[in-house]
Each structure stands twice: as C-alpha cells, then as structure tokens.
C-alpha cells in the first residue's frame, strides 16, 4: 500500500518507518522537504520512503495519515489539497493541544474535537481518529507486559475503520471502534490523561488496556 504522510515531526517519521518495516511504501510530506532533519530520515528509512511537500504527499498515498501540530494542521489540510485525499482514509492523530500555558490542555472539547473539524475540513475523505492517546515510542509493536494495549478507534465510515483496523492489528494493536468521528471527543481527553499522567509520574512507558471479564 502507499501511504502519504502529513507531518515530518516524531509521530509522521515513526509511523512512516514502521509503515516501511512492513513494507508499505511511504512519502512524508511537509512545507520544506528538503530540511535536514527530512533527509537524515530517508538515509535511516531507505528506499521505500521519499519525501515531497503536503500536496504530493497526499497525492501519492492511497491512504494518508495527518501528523501535524493542531495549530498547523489546517494549513496543513490546506496545503495538501482536499481533493488529493477525497475518498481515501485519513488516519487523523493530532490532538488539539495548547501550549501557551505551559502544561497542555486541550483548545476544543465537549462540543466538537479535532477529529471532527478534520473531517470538516476534508469533507469527502473518510477520517479516522487513531494513534492520538499514546505517545510515539509505543506506535510500532507495542511491548507490554500484560499484552498488547487497546487502540480506540473512531471514525463514520466502516470500510474505511476496517482499514485501519488491519493496519494497526500488523502494527501490533488490540482494536476498539467506539463509533463516529464525534467520538474524538473522548480520544482526545484521553490523549490529555495519557500525557499528564507522564507529566505526574515522570515516566512515558504507559498504554492504556479495556479489561473484560
Ligand atoms: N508526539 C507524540 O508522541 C504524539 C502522540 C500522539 C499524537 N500526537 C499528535 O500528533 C501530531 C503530530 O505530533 P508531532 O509531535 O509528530 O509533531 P508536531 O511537532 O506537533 O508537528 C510537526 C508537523 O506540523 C507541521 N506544521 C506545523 N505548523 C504548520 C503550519 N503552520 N502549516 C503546515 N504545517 C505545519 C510541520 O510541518 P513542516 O514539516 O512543514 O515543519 C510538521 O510536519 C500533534 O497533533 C500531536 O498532538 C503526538
């Protein structure tokens, strides 16, 4: 499968590696990829990775993942193009975090999330939220003691969480659908938990588990 990657940060370069390892081929995408630290990632990735700007990013992949910062993650939806991504699936896992108050909080909640401006932003692409609530050291082949960790899931096509689905269960996941994008609003809150929870214990080793008796 090809797969475009918007954001070059830690969370776009560890999925595009791990989506390399199991051979998929990726294009990361960006505002500069010519920067070093682009470069420096396609010597460790090889062959199967290249990079371009946003819009041949997204272009490229037969599904996209977004992985930008929530400031830029509409001039990113904007730079890349809505109709190089109508009818593909868009794994969405930003979070709508701000940091001018130090510790992040969340600058949308309740009432709508990330996801779902995502989605309005990108009205004919099937976005699915996935891989916000933990951090990018556990995206690829998660070790954990009491086996694989649950990934929630959400999103309003079927097909489209099915993809996912397959691709995160390769990745190593246990997968839950809690139901339509507007579902963000609860992944994303959980993302908050997953990142103080960090900030409490000063340790990052954590993953959340849905136990069933
Ligand atoms: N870090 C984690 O472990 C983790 C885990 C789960 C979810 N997340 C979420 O995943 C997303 C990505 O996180 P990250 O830590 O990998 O990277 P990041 O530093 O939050 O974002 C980096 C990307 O954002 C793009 N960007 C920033 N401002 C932009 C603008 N004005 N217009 C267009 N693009 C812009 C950058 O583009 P250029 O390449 O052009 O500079 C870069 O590719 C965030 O929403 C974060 O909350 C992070």
């Known amino acids: 499968m090809k797969i475009g990657i918007l954001g070059t940060g830690d969370v ?10 199991l051979g998929h081929e990726v294009k990361i995408g960006s505002r500069d ?5 682009v470069k420096e990632w396609l010597k460790k990735v090889g062959t199967k990775a290249s990079a371009g700007t946003f819009s041949e990013a997204a272009a490229f992949g037969d599904i996209a993942v977004l992985a930008t910062s929530w400031t830029g993650t509409e001039s990113a939806i904007r730079l890349a193009g809505p109709q190089n991504l109508a009818g593909k699936v868009v794994m969405d896992a930003t979070n709508p975090l701000d940091f ?7 600058s949308v909640g309740h009432v709508d999330s990330a996801g779902e401006k995502v989605q309005g932003w990108l009205p ?3 976005v699915v939220k996935a891989f916000n609530h933990v951090g990018n050291a556990h995206f690829i082949k998660p070790q954990f003691k009491d086996g694989p960790p649950t990934m929630f899931i959400c999103g309003n096509d079927g097909g489209a ?17 809690i139901g339509g994008i507007e579902g963000s609003r609860l992944l994303e809150p959980l993302a908050m938990l997953w990142i103080l929870y960090g900030f409490r214990t000063n340790t990052w080793s954590h993953a959340f588990k849905l136990l069933r008796k």
Do not use: C, M, N
């Open 124 to 126: 004919q692409s099937k």
């Open 100 to 106: 001018s108050a130090g510790t992040p909080r969340l």
């Open 12 to 21: 776009g370069r560890v999925l595009g590696e791990g989506f390399t390892a």
């Open 33 to 37: 990829p010519q920067k070093a630290e």
């Open 161 to 177: 969480k099915k993809t996912v689905t397959g691709l995160l269960e390769t990745f190593g996941w246990s997968v839950i659908d």
